[in-house]
């Protein structure tokens, strides 16, 4: 069972359209992550948060923002989609110092796969 | 810098067969190590850590992993392959800090398996 939601899980949308994606975890997690990715390649980290209030830029420069009002929600934003956003994107929690207890590491949502025409 | 390599895009093997995925690891300090599989059209999924301790370490599905420091190395291994295996695996290494970008993925190996 998924602890970390993200919808919609497909997206079809037109160039220039304002969309966002959304990602919640009822896990209590502090840290979220976006990552990028494209089908079968490897995972770019675009944001992170801390916490509420908290976001940051990651490895890949991003076109997007996102925000964290709550500590379940970290919805991603594309103020004018593009054919060049089309990709996987991954959104994923943990929890400070956490190590001993459950996995550890990332829990991943799904993914929404986001294709711009 | 530190990072995380997957020296093989591809693995092929045959069910039944062992398999192995590669992974080697530059990082100061003692990492925790991870392996996670991407099934198609989904998200990650946590297959076994290592933290400390026993350097083989058990997880998910049969798979296990066996942790080298000398070789900075952290190999999955499955002792009998199954077609349902077949996915995109990646190795993780959190970095002992807590806080900052602490979690960096290798770039990922495709295994298939077949039948």
């Known amino acids: 069972e998924a602890d970390i939601y993200q919808t919609p899980r497909y997206l079809v949308i037109g160039t220039g359209k304002k969309i966002t994606l959304e990602c919640s975890q009822t896990m209590g997690h502090d840290k979220m992550y976006w990552y990028q990715q494209d089908p079968g390649m490897e995972l770019h980290l675009i944001h992170y948060s801390y916490g509420v209030n908290s976001t940051e830029k990651g490895d890949l420069s991003s076109e997007s923002t996102v925000s964290r009002i709550r500590t379940e929600h970290f919805p991603l934003t594309l103020e004018s989609a593009r054919p060049s956003h089309t990709s996987q994107y991954l959104c994923?929690?943990?929890?400070?110092?956490?190590?001993?207890?459950?996995?550890?590491?990332?829990?991943f949502g799904s993914g929404t796969r986001l294709t711009v025409v | 810098a530190q990072s995380v390599a997957q020296p093989e895009d591809q693995v092929n093997v045959a069910e039944g067969n062992p398999l192995t995925v590669k992974c080697t690891y530059s990082v100061s300090g003692n990492p925790y190590l991870f392996w996670y599989v991407q099934y198609p059209n989904r998200g990650l999924q946590f297959l076994l850590k290592?933290?400390?301790?026993?350097?083989l370490v058990k997880g998910s599905y049969g798979f296990e992993a066996e942790f080298n420091k000398s070789q900075t190395s952290f190999h999955l291994k499955k002792p009998s392959a199954l077609v349902s295996d077949s996915a995109l695996y990646f190795c993780a290494v959190r970095l002992p800090h807590l806080y900052g970008q602490n979690f960096v993925f290798g770039p990922g190996t495709r295994l298939s398996v077949l039948p």
């Open positions: 290592y933290i400390t301790g026993d350097n």
């Open positions: 994923a929690s943990s929890s400070i110092g956490q190590t001993s207890s459950g996995s550890g590491g990332y829990t």
